[in-house]
């Protein structure tokens, strides 16, 4: 792979090239984190066949420290082999939209959407926000933002689905317990690696003023993209580009992992018929709930882990649900 990007030619498909740079740079980290660790390991052997290693107690705790630290490690590198999906090893594009429950549902939904950038972070994947709706009292309505990073849709296809929120109301004057709703769609950025054909008269294109932040021009001249699938219905919007023609492509660009992926689903539907499997995916299942009163609860409905420590959730920790579900994705 390292010789493709010495090749003369290799920047003339510059969308290739840059999914070639971006997987040798993945590749590299990982074989790095794989010699750092044999390394380590090497020097923790010859530490604990020091004479008197075994008197000092110190030393010893040391050791044991130094020893569960690199089983973490190792445990880590080992979990990268249960992502078996086709496109787990592929960045992803989030999409979240405020269901039923008012402002309180806008407001849910933008604590999501803080949820999951604090976790993209967590993991060292860069994100990049393509919609984004504001509530008319707080919140957001919608937001759509492309996750940047080898194994990001592997990580983070845990969270499509519908979770539920249980709180007092911050906007309710009488403080009463409120439920809200919030819909968040995961789907793998498959950029140029997304082999569909998308024929002109199966969509229909509109053009408007974006309404968010952007750069000069954003938010005067009719820049925004709205994509609509005609025979699924499928609809994608992007308004963020400086350009009416790169809010386009990247529009497209979504549609198209949209269409593989769903490709996929039905590709594993029919797999689970032939087996005799009775479950299917079920798009809008309540999969997770975070309730702040009268306890404080964080359940995912299909692993059943769950956790009390909700702010610690909120603030972007969930790889313990991450890992529940890619287990258990992988029994069904």
Known sequence: MSAQ??????????????????????????IGRVRELAQETAVSLELAQEPGVGADKDFQKELYDKERELRNKVEE????????????????????????????????????????????????????????????????KSSTFQILGRYAYGWLKSEAGVHRLVRISPFDAEAMRHTSFALVDMIPDLGALANIEVPSEDIRIDVFRSSGHGGQSVNTTDSAVRIVHIPTNIIVT???????QQNKATALAILKSRLAQRQEQEREKKER??????????????????????????????????????DAALAGDLDEFSRAFIKWRIQQ
Request: hydrophobic content about 35%.
């Open 5 to 30: 990007t010495v090749a003369p030619d290799f920047w003339n498909d510059s969308d290739h090239a840059q999914l070639v740079t971006q997987e040798l740079a993945s590749l590299q980290e990982e």
């Open 77 to 140: 590198l080992e979990f990268f082999v249960l992502f078996s999906g086709p496109f787990d090893e592929q960045g992803a594009i989030c999409s979240l939209s405020a269901g039923a429950g008012g402002t309180d549902a806008q407001d849910w939904a933008e604590m999501l959407e803080r949820m999951l950038l604090r976790y993209c972070e967590r993991r060292g994947f860069k994100t990049r926000m393509l919609e984004r709706q504001a509530g008319q009292e707080a919140g957001i």
């Open 238 to 244: 992007c308004q963020n580009e400086r350009s009416q």
């Open 273 to 310: 018929t032939i087996r005799g499997a009775v479950q299917s995916a079920a798009w809008g299942s309540q999969i997770r709930s975070y309730v702040l009163h009268p306890y404080k609860l964080v359940k995912d409905h299909r692993t059943g882990v769950e956790t009390s420590n909700v």
